[in-house]
């Protein structure tokens, strides 16, 4: 019913796609720089949140169109096997329904496909490294890393720019993009470009967005405002870690002062040791901290009807999964290489300390949760693949 709602009653979602449309439909003669400015304009003008894009990246939409093509462009892997759309596809929200994505040598990647709706929103970008900042940033981690391989580029940039260098809409794109460089074919051109493209993802028309900003009484159901109260009351604690226009920053205030981005939720308590899985266990692997064990980046929960499986690893296959794991504040391992009582796991987050929901406020909740997917975002032409049935680049 959620879905139908948003497919029913997508006025402001139109008024985006007109707006990507005349910004980018446009772009084969538009190469200017359009910054800050620029970008606002592509937003509905009740989101007032802060917007964070990289000072070296000026964004126009002639940039973000070539970015679409390399984005679905299967050459940009070693083998071309694999897109960046591979593991970030439209009809999952950007994700791809995988546990840990696939690789283009056929390798599992470390973490579950993050949805890229609203990345443009985000100060911090991947579950467990807090350096990253903007999407500039962060996809050197798919293109360059060889543990595994994602997209194969380690050692072998220069075979596929000259792949893409045949190419004659790259060819006549990029000098206009970048005239001021002698060869425009550099792997931080084609970085900016993908990555104009991806801010461009925005998911703001979910029912919750017209009952919120727009005021809109009937968007929400009885069931659905029920689970809305639930999800902001003291007793469960969900906005806590939950709150802004992506329903990602906490309210939660680290030793510094800054919002706790990165949190331990009692997934493992290996042995009762505190560990999460060997080399898998979050914001510790970059700090070195015991504290920061199994602190991994507080999800968005925009589009959730979409992006099953759920948590940093794929390990809940449902919401109705993901809400017992809360309401049993942890999650109990019994068996295996896993074993340990998450629950007891002494780094968690102390608000993570269960609590009781009978079926019919649970059901309610996850009603609520499905009130944040905006269903446009999936089928939006604008973040469609640009290349034909007949054309090999996907």
């Given at each position: 019913m959620v879905l139908k709602q948003a497919l029913n009653n997508n006025i402001f979602g139109t008024v985006l796609v007109i707006l990507l449309v005349v910004a980018i439909?446009?772009?084969?003669?538009?190469y200017?720089?359009?910054?800050?400015?620029?970008?606002?304009?592509?937003?509905?003008?009740?989101?007032?949140d802060s917007i964070y894009l990289w000072p070296g990246?000026?964004?126009?939409?002639?940039?973000?169109?070539?970015?679409?093509?390399?984005?679905?462009?299967?050459?940009?892997?070693?083998?071309q096997s694999k897109s960046c759309a591979s593991c970030h596809a439209p009809v999952f929200s950007f994700t791809d329904s995988y546990r840990r994505s696939i690789g283009a040598l056929g390798d599992n990647v470390q973490h579950n496909a993050?949805?890229?709706?609203?990345?443009?929103?985000?100060?911090?970008?991947?579950?467990?490294d807090s350096t990253l900042h903007f999407p500039e940033q962060q996809?050197?981690?798919p293109m360059?890393?060889?543990?595994?391989?994602e997209l194969g580029w380690k050692g072998n940039e220069e075979t596929i720019i000259a792949r893409l260098r045949k190419d004659s809409f790259y060819r006549s794109q990029l000098p206009r993009l970048f005239p001021d460089d002698r060869d425009p074919f550099t792997t931080s051109n084609l970085q900016q470009c993908i990555s104009s493209f991806i801010k461009t993802i925005v998911a703001v028309d979910a029912p919750y967005d017209r009952y919120a900003y727009l005021k809109d009484s009937t968007a929400l159901t009885t069931a659905q405002l029920n689970g809305m109260r639930l999800f902001f009351s003291d007793r469960l604690h969900c906005s806590a870690c939950h709150g802004g226009i992506n329903f990602s920053q906490p309210a939660l205030r680290s030793a510094n002062g800054e919002p706790a981005y990165y949190q331990n939720t009692g997934l493992y308590n290996i042995n009762g040791t505190g560990n999460y899985p060997?080399?898998?266990q979050g914001l510790f692997e970059l700090t070195k901290r015991p504290a920061d064990k199994g602190r991994f980046l507080v999800p968005t929960l925009r589009n959730l009807a979409f992006t099953a499986p759920y948590l940093h690893n794929g390990s809940a296959e449902s919401l109705e999964e993901v809400v017992t794991i809360y309401e049993n504040g942890g999650r109990n391992t019994a068996a295996g290489d896993m074993k340990g009582d998450g629950r007891r796991n002494p780094h968690k987050n102390p608000l993570v300390s269960?609590?009781?929901?009978?079926?019919?406020?649970?059901?309610?909740?996850?009603?609520?949760?499905?009130a944040l997917s905006d269903s446009a975002v999936c089928n939006n032409p604008q973040y469609a693949n640009p290349f034909t049935k007949d054309e090999t680049q996907h």
């Open positions: 439909g446009a772009c084969t003669t538009v200017k720089k359009e910054g800050t400015d620029g970008f606002r304009r592509l937003l509905p003008g009740y989101i007032t990246n000026p964004f126009s939409a002639a940039k973000a169109n070539t970015g679409r093509y390399l984005f679905y462009d299967r050459r940009m892997s070693v083998n993050r949805a890229l709706v609203n990345i443009v929103f985000n100060r911090y970008l991947t579950a467990a996809i050197d981690n360059f890393h060889d543990q595994p391989a060997a080399g898998d269960g609590f009781v929901i009978t079926p019919r406020e649970k059901k309610d909740l996850i009603g609520f949760l499905m």
